[in-house]
């Protein structure tokens, strides 16, 4: 009984092991340039990167990352890993965002890419599987990019997911479930979560209108139509203004040389204002029409709309319009309670601290 515990409790261990396909926490200096590969696509507009803990930090060594250094400049830099599939398993992709420039326009959003990306010539264009991350560009666009790529295409979010606009560090998650739900989750508290199917447009809407249905020509949708007993009264009309009764020309008036003289207009107190017949309900009123729908011949369900089958690559490709964005504790990995830990153990020890300052 006791073996039998035993072994349970060391299969369970190993078994529920997290996989971490790919982390990374700047704390080797310079080390980090053997590992990843800076773009050089855009030449003298691309921008310089550097490892910095910033103005102000909670720690002087574990908050150090990957800064962002030049204004108005096009930044690129990308690492390779062991190239995997999340088929049947939860994709968890993390890391932090420090805009303590203030940023007023500029991105902030890392790029999961498959194993053959050309690291060097990384840009904008370049086709990648997941861009997720803060984006900011003046007061009208404060959001958190979760865009797949599905067959070719990149579908956004039809969520508005808001991302912090402060100058402090604060934690991204993204996590992709193989039942095809996700969940968004900003300093590990969850701030949006649904369905793939629902949230994106990966595949086309299962109903559609019926092409060959039509409303009837007879369709009456007016709820009340006017009164046709109800008739207008014969004192009615009334001009909306008269003459002033009171008025009185004044004695200085001379009609050759000002002219016939004329009372003033005022409101006519009698006046009624256009006459409408009374609204009575409608007896032949049938409701708005609504248009039948269908099955769409074109809609095939697809319950892997959250799989990719050649994950290989992590970068950041980015404009800045104000530079000194610094990005740390990226993880990738298939363990969502790792990823909160991790997220714990690195941003939450240190937050604290430099978020006061």
Same mark, same amino acid.
């Given at each position: ?257 000002? @002219? =016939?003289?004329? #009372?003033?207009? %005022? $409101? *006519? !107190? &009698? /006046? +009624? @204002? =256009?006459?409408? #017949?009374?609204? %009575? $309900? *409608? !007896? &032949? /009123? +049938? @409701? ?5 729908? %269908? $099955? *769409? !011949?074109? /809609? ?58």
């Amino acid at each position: 009984m006791k073996f039998a515990l035993l072994f349970a409790a060391l299969f369970g261990a190993v078994c529920c092991e997290p996989t971490v396909y790919f982390k990374e926490e700047f704390d080797d200096g310079d080390g980090w340039k053997k590992r990843w590969v800076e773009s050089t696509h855009k030449g003298a507009e691309q921008g310089k990167l550097e490892i910095s803990a910033g103005k102000f930090y909670g720690d002087a060594e574990k908050d150090k990352g990957l800064r962002t250094t030049q204004d108005a400049r096009f930044y690129g830099a990308s690492a390779k890993f062991d190239t995997f599939s999340n088929e049947g398993k939860t994709l968890v992709l993390q890391f932090t965002v420090k805009h303590e420039q203030n940023i007023d326009c500029g991105g902030g959003y890392a790029k999961l890419f498959s194993s053959d990306l050309d690291q060097a010539d990384m840009h904008g264009d370049t086709p990648y599987l997941i861009m997720f991350g803060p984006d900011i560009c003046g007061p009208g666009t404060k959001k958190v990019h979760v865009i797949f790529n599905y067959k070719g295409k990149n579908l956004l979010t039809k969520k508005d997911i808001r991302c912090k606009d402060d100058v402090y560090t604060h934690l991204y998650t993204l996590i992709v479930n193989p039942d095809n739900t996700y969940e968004v989750k900003i300093d590990n508290e969850k701030v949006e979560s649904g369905t793939l199917e629902e949230d994106w447009d990966f595949l086309p809407p299962k109903k559609i209108k019926d092409p060959d249905a039509k409303k009837p020509d007879d369709w009456d949708e007016r709820e009340k139509i006017d009164d046709p007993d109800d008739k207008k009264p014969e004192d009615w009309d009334k001009p909306e203004h008269i003459p002033d009764p009171d008025a009185k020309k004044p004695d200085d008036w001379d009609d050759e040389m000002d @002219g =016939e003289w004329e #009372p003033p207009m %005022i $409101d *006519n !107190p &009698d /006046y +009624k @204002g =256009e006459w409408k #017949p009374k609204q %009575i $309900d *409608n !007896p &032949d /009123y +049938k @409701g708005k029409w609504i248009h039948p729908e %269908i $099955d *769409n !011949p074109e /809609y095939v369900a697809d319950d892997k709309l959250y799989m990719y089958k050649d994950i290989g690559a992590i970068g950041f490709d980015l404009w800045q319009v104000k530079s000194g964005t610094i990005f740390d504790n990226i993880l990738i990995t298939d363990d969502v309670d790792f990823a909160k830990e991790y997220g714990d153990s690195t941003w939450g020890q240190t937050k604290a601290d430099h978020d006061e300052l």
